[in-house]
């Protein structure tokens, strides 16, 4: 059941990654000044998880502890007016908070997707959360 999971995990990992790195490749063509910097680091990010998953999917201890970081970078979800992050590879299911005058849960989910989030500004309507399926794939992959 272990490597059926570390399997699963690994082919989300490589998925989303290798969409991640064409997505920030496109965006990186015309080389602009903010947006090339936050593609290369979108770049970088979606080429360490690409990296992680097949080296997951190949059965590496390394792989490993290094899909733990991969899903531990896509476990905030963060929308302030000040800032704003979030990374999903793959897959996600979001439940989060929305900071406004009469606060809420809600709960977002794809699959098939890749999103990569890197802003000093954010959206007028503030919200804070966790993606629970980055989550659930850490703490399987802290199974022994």
Known sequence: MRTLLFRLI???????GFYGVAAMLRRLLPFGAHDSLVALLGLALYGFVLAAGIQLVAGSEHGVRLSRWAQLLQLPLIALPVFSYGLHCGAFVNVFATLQAAPRLGLDWHFGSQGFVLAVAGPSVSRLGINLLALLSWLVLRLR
Request: charged letters at 15%.
């Open 10 to 16: 690994g082919v989300l990992e490589i998925a989303g």
